[in-house]
């Protein structure tokens, strides 16, 4: 990887260093733009999936299945997603995973069958991980490095304002329109974004213009050359997800064992995710300023001790306390696992990496609610919050080890 100066990082001898002459609001409608429009359809989408796929006949098992299939696609498509970013160009895979997104909505909105429905639901999983991919690696080339983390970061939290809005946006449709109507949203938003990417400035013209010449890397060989920094930093990374996806789970699960009420329930998701949302900036900003190491740690720690506090909490007001403590963990980590990606990714074959850094970051998270299912099943819900705590406790060494290693932020700083 090639490392920053710490001239071009920090600025020297009276200079003018390049973060000094950029400013994020400049780039704000094209490289946020498509992504708040991209989640807003998620948002909309993510409720009915279910309820759509039990219209069309499905049991309550095949209807969650169907929910799945977006992730399950997610973790499949992650390599492929960075090659085709890396074959056609960022800006026209954004195009494109828009545009298909957009199609695979209209499918699911008019699917006559739930076979229909559930290649849509697919589709949708692939072409979001096109979208990620190539959304991160046209922020890496748009963001000087040294406003790199604050630029990832603030990706991830319009992504998370979104995914919030997204629902709410989708009620007046689908009152009209029964639940498929989230399926219109998502469309409409899927377009827009398409519009948007097509419409504004390139920002990564340049680089690609540069690029162009160069002998196209084979994925496998990139992988091949990247092994050591998926084994070491990215069981970290697994670890991130893990933790992350966990919490998810967790909360309502335990909230139901407790007999709280489902408007309670939702009552402390709805604030915990206020939380996340507040705090993506001041996180960024940290990476930024003093390295990757004082986010990563505290990330995963809050998440460690909300996951090993949750099974002794017995009303409304301590699982409030307990998430709260695990959003301050998630929102301190906003935009980590992308910035670690973006400080490990090469110039040469970058999209390939990156493909290959979202497939162990979704296979953390796909993992974590499979082992829960696990170990509910035998010593209890209980046993599964003690287990996924310790296992991110131990992975919180594990990070505070690997990130100062490949924190070029601390590099730069003489640490």
Not at 222 to 249: D, F, K, N, Q
Not at 322 to 339: C, D, E, K, P
Not at 365 to 370: D, H, K, M, V
Request: some cysteine; aromatic content about 6%; overall charge positive.
């Amino acid at each position: 990887m090639q490392q920053p100066d710490a001239r071009d990082a920090l600025g020297e001898g009276g200079a003018t260093s390049p973060e000094a002459a950029f400013s994020l609001r400049g780039i704000a409608v094209p490289a946020y733009g498509p992504t708040i429009l991209a989640a807003v359809g998620t948002g909309a989408v993510t409720p009915v999936v279910a309820l759509t796929a039990i219209d069309l006949g499905a049991s309550p098992s095949v209807a969650a299945l169907t929910v799945g299939l977006a992730l399950i696609a997610e973790l499949f498509f992650a390599v492929p997603a960075g090659a085709v970013v890396h074959r056609i160009g960022e800006r026209r895979a954004l195009t494109w995973a828009c545009a298909v997104d957009a199609v695979g909505c209209l499918a699911a909105f008019f699917a006559g069958s739930l076979a229909v429905l559930m290649v849509a639901v697919f589709a949708l999983g692939f072409t979001g991980s096109v979208f990620l991919v190539a959304r991160q690696a046209y922020l890496i080339d748009a963001v000087p490095f040294g406003m790199r983390a604050r630029a990832l970061s603030t990706l991830g939290g319009v992504h998370r304002i979104g995914m919030v809005v997204g629902p709410f946006v989708g009620v007046p449709v689908i009152h009209l329109a029964g639940p498929r109507g989230g399926f219109a949203v998502a469309a409409a938003a899927g377009v827009a974004a398409a519009a948007l990417v097509w419409g504004s400035r390139d920002l990564t013209a340049e680089h690609e213009a540069a690029t162009a010449t160069e002998q196209p890397s084979r994925t496998l060989d990139v992988l091949r050359a990247h092994r050591r920094t998926y084994l070491t930093l990215g069981l970290g990374i697994m670890v991130i997800g893990g933790a992350r996806s966990a919490r998810v789970v967790l909360v309502p699960l335990w909230a139901a064992h407790l007999g709280l009420s489902a408007v309670a329930t939702s009552v402390i998701v709805g604030i915990a995710a206020a939380i996340e949302v507040a705090l993506f900036y001041p996180a960024g900003s940290v990476m930024d300023r003093y390295g990757r190491t004082w986010v990563a740690l505290p990330c995963v720690g809050l998440l460690a001790a909300a996951a090993l506090l949750l099974p002794l909490t017995s009303s409304t007001t301590t699982v409030l306390l307990v998430a709260v403590v695990g959003a301050v963990g998630n929102g301190l980590g906003s935009g980590i696992v992308m910035t670690l990606g973006a400080d490990s990714a090469p110039e040469r074959g970058r999209s390939q990496f990156l493909g290959g850094w979202r497939f162990v970051s979704v296979l953390g998270g796909s993992g974590a609610p499979a082992l829960i299912s696990l170990v509910t099943a035998g010593p209890g819900l209980a046993a599964a919050c003690v287990t996924m705590g310790c296992l991110t406790l131990l992975g919180s060494g594990w990070l505070g080890y690997w990130v100062p290693r490949f924190d070029p932020r601390r590099a730069s700083l003489g640490k």
